[in-house]
């Protein structure tokens, strides 16, 4: 084990009006050329990215608690990520796994085989985004199952293209105008403790579910339950204990498929490098992605090896999944995590995060809850002492943190949900700091 090192100064720090010149120069030069459909949360243009700060093109240093969506999660520029991708771009930049392979391509896979739950035989597939490895994961379930439903959740997120947007849960902005959507995809009732009726337990939201399955597509029909263990975009709900496991057995039992979608909670993010482990689930398949290869696009499908090779040689794969580049940049990443001990960072922050907000649920009439595992942690705000979402608070906290240098993300299906994901690498000094802000804004803008 060793010391988490830094190259810049890790401080908060606001040197310029906000947004700065150069940053309002390039928003302008942006709106003419960039399509309206793709948007930012943070006006400001990245110069610089270390560890649990973001320095912009103004020279401001801001504290990042958004890791560009739970992916930096070794920081933006970890030392062993930047050295083993300057030495393999200096070899070769693409061959095409399917042209002429590579070792890096084989090392990944082995090292993914190694840390995802379960001691069975696996294999690896490696792709480019998560919505390609979900997209994947699901024609693997329909070829070695020979069925064609898939079963997915309130609140779900599962990507962009077309089988993603049908499974993916929220209509605005994911899907609005862009379907049709692909079919045999059925949406049933997701575990969510916060708004469930008062004490149902994972087993009995887990029986809600499955009946559901039972009654409206039959056991026989179904080829997966796709599931991701603490829900991301939706709003970092942990379902109940034992919801996990009561539908996994029910797979087992029905020859469904379980595939955890672990691409925002996976490698090391919640203290475990995968949030089944916490309810110790082995899916038969799991998507990997955003905190992989240290902010190289590279994704994965691991799972039984005799799914994985259901598939007829061609019928997996494309022209840049698995690239060299973001091979080298995942060892550098997973070695990261070892070597600084990342996961124990993660528990660590969890303490920190509790320490610093929870008297908020009961100090404030807002805070409808605090949730989440490791370094994925949720505020969900509520209209003053009600459970009604509160959206508005969620945008106006987020704009006051901004404001004083904070980068926080909003999520939820309502909108109203805080979600903290800072690099785990963070220092303390800095994750209080922002928590501190993060506190004083949701007291000022929650009266
Ligand atoms: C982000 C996300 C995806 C999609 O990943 P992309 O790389 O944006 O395609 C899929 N599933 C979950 C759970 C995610 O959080």
């Excluded at 498929?257 to 799991?286: C, K, Y």
Aim: aromatic letters at 6%; one cysteine or more; glycine letters at 10%.
């Amino acid at each position: 084990m060793s010391e988490i090192r830094y190259r810049l100064p890790q401080k908060r720090e606001i040197v310029t009006e906000f947004p700065g010149p150069r940053s309002q120069e390039l928003s302008q030069r942006r709106t003419s050329v960039i399509a309206a459909g793709v948007a930012s949360s943070v006006p400001v243009y990245a110069a610089d990215v270390d560890g649990g700060v973001v320095v912009d093109v103004d020279g401001n240093s801001l504290i990042d608690f958004g890791s560009g969506i739970a992916v930096t999660t070794v920081g933006g520029s970890a030392p062993k990520v930047v050295e083993k991708v300057k030495d393999s771009v200096e070899h070769f930049t693409h061959t095409c796994f399917m042209v002429t392979p590579y070792e890096g391509y084989v090392e990944v896979a082995e090292r993914l085989a190694e840390i995802t739950p379960g001691d069975h035989a696996k294999k690896v597939a490696l792709f480019n985004s998560g919505a390609e490895a979900v997209e994947n994961a699901v024609k693997i379930a329909r070829v070695a199952t020979g069925r064609d439903a898939i079963v997915v959740f309130d609140h779900a997120y599962h990507g962009r293209t077309n089988v993603t947007m049908a499974m993916t849960a929220k209509n605005m902005p994911y899907k609005n105008g862009f379907g049709p959507f692909a079919p045999e995809i059925y949406r049933v009732p997701m575990s969510y403790p916060f708004r469930d009726p008062e004490g149902m337990s994972g087993p009995e939201a887990a029986k809600r579910a499955l009946e559901m399955v039972d009654k409206q597509i039959g056991a026989a029909n179904v080829a997966a339950v796709v599931i991701e263990p603490i829900q991301g975009e939706g709003g970092f709900i942990v379902p109940a204990d034992g919801f996990l496991p009561a539908l996994a057995e029910w797979c087992t039992d029905n020859g469904a498929l379980f595939i955890a979608d672990e691409v925002q909670s996976g490698v090391a993010r919640t203290g475990e490098w995968f949030a089944v482990e916490h309810e110790g689930v082995i899916p038969d398949l799991i998507t990997v992605a955003k905190g992989v290869a240290g902010g190289m696009p590279l994704s994965a499908v691991v799972g039984r090896a005799e799914l994985l090779d259901a598939v007829h040689g061609g019928g997996l794969g494309g022209t840049y999944g698995g690239n060299p580049v973001a091979c080298a940049a995942a060892i550098g990443a997973l070695d990261t995590i070892e070597e600084w001990d990342l996961k124990s960072r993660a528990k660590h922050i969890e303490a920190v995060t509790h320490a610093s907000l929870d008297s908020l649920v009961d100090g404030t009439e807002v805070v409808g809850e605090i949730r989440g595992r490791g370094a994925m942690i949720a505020l969900e705000f509520v209209q003053p002492g009600t459970r009604e979402p509160n959206p508005e608070l969620a945008k106006a906290v987020a704009a006051e943190c901004l404001a004083r240098g904070v980068i926080i993300l909003t999520c939820g299906t309502h909108g109203n949900i805080v979600r903290l994901l800072p690099p785990l690498t963070i220092t303390d000094e800095l994750l209080r700091e922002g928590l501190e802000i993060l506190s004083d804004a949701i007291v000022k803008h929650g009266k």
